[in-house]
């Protein structure tokens, strides 16, 4: 497997633009989770979700922010409309809810709004 | 809130010295996770303890585990310069089938 596959790596955008992360769990995990990096507020939980059902939004910033998780490999976050402050390097994992549940990282994706 | 905290946040040794890490939580947890991330890198999975254990051994890591305390520590024996990175605590709480929550980190830095 090549592991959580995270697209595009970089992203730079101007302020009021729309930002879509993309996301591919590793086959077979049925738990998806999005984090964000930065150096003032560390590792945060946005959102996960099981089975493709998000279970805890509590994380989520804003109402700019939403998440989709439309089939088993497939996952979204959305920042619409994006600010300066959404700037971090955004993380997406995976793992399995039976037996070991260690999470997997993707490689991140690092956004600068602009 | 996040779930864990570790201590300290920052710590510089020379290399062949162990290091110790140290992780606090809050709630009753599943199990409790150690990862270490290289700079510019997604975090890699390096140990679990689950709640029934108390201690846990990887190659070069000791984890032990204080339910009665809600913490950890991670000792890293014989460091080498390979070691230097950035390493996170994380629990997976008892409330929760699969949630995994971070702590703060610890930025370890190994001198030659």
């Known amino acids: 497997d090549a592991g959580v596959i995270q697209s595009p790596r970089h992203e730079v955008t101007e302020m009021g633009q729309e930002v879509t992360l993309r996301c591919k769990p590793i086959?077979?995990?049925?738990?998806l989770f999005w984090y964000r990096q930065t150096m003032m507020r560390g590792l945060e939980l946005l959102i996960y979700?099981?089975?493709?059902?998000?279970?805890?939004d509590s994380g989520m910033p804003e109402d700019r922010f939403s998440a989709k998780m439309p089939n088993a490999s497939f996952s979204t976050l959305k920042i619409q409309p994006s600010e300066p402050r959404d700037s971090a390097v955004y993380f997406c994992?995976?793992?399995?809810?039976?037996?070991?549940?260690?999470?997997?990282f993707g490689q991140g994706t690092r956004l600068t709004v602009v | 809130s996040q779930q864990g905290e570790e201590d300290p946040q920052a710590l510089s040794i020379q290399e062949g010295e162990n290091a110790t890490m140290n992780c606090s939580y809050k709630?009753?947890?599943?199990?409790l996770q150690w990862y270490r991330q290289n700079s510019g890198r997604g975090l890699v999975h390096l140990i679990l303890?689950?709640?029934?254990?108390r201690e846990k051994h990887s190659g070069r890591l000791r984890v032990t585990l204080d339910t009665s305390k809600k913490s950890s520590s991670l000792l890293i024996t014989a460091s080498r310069a390979a070691d230097t990175a950035s390493y996170f605590c994380?629990?997976?709480?008892?409330?929760?089938?699969?949630?995994?929550?971070f702590g703060s980190g610890t930025r370890l830095s190994i001198r030659p």
């Open positions: 994992a995976s793992s399995s809810t039976t037996g070991n549940t260690e999470a997997f």
């Open positions: 303890i689950r709640s029934n254990e």
């Open positions: 979700f099981n089975n493709n059902v998000p279970i805890d």
């Open positions: 994380a629990t997976l709480p008892y409330s929760s089938a699969s949630k995994i929550i």
């Open positions: 709630t009753s947890i599943n199990n």
């Open positions: 086959s077979g995990h049925n738990s």
